[in-house]
């Protein structure tokens, strides 16, 4: 599972990889390293039956403001 993104410099999205915190992302080339440190080898990060996208998709990198 991939969540929202979170303010930061630079914004960041926290991994969780079986229910375990695996650290945090900074681009979806970080989910890609922590997938593949974990076994999970060619995953198909836009299949939802392999990651769970929360608060946007595997493009949204930015933190969204509303008014």
């Known amino acids: 599972m991939v969540l929202p993104v979170q303010d930061g410099e630079p ?11 695996a650290g945090k992302a900074f681009s979806i080339e970080d989910v890609f ?16 039956e392999m990651v769970r996208w929360v608060g946007g998709d595997q493009y949204t990198w ?3 403001h509303w008014k």
């Not at 914004?11 to 915190?21: C, K, N, Q």
């Open 11 to 21: 914004p960041f999205r926290l991994v969780e990889i079986h229910g375990e915190l």
């Open 62 to 64: 930015s933190v969204r």
């Open 33 to 48: 390293e922590y997938a593949f440190a974990l076994g999970l080898k060619g995953a198909a990060l836009d299949d939802p």
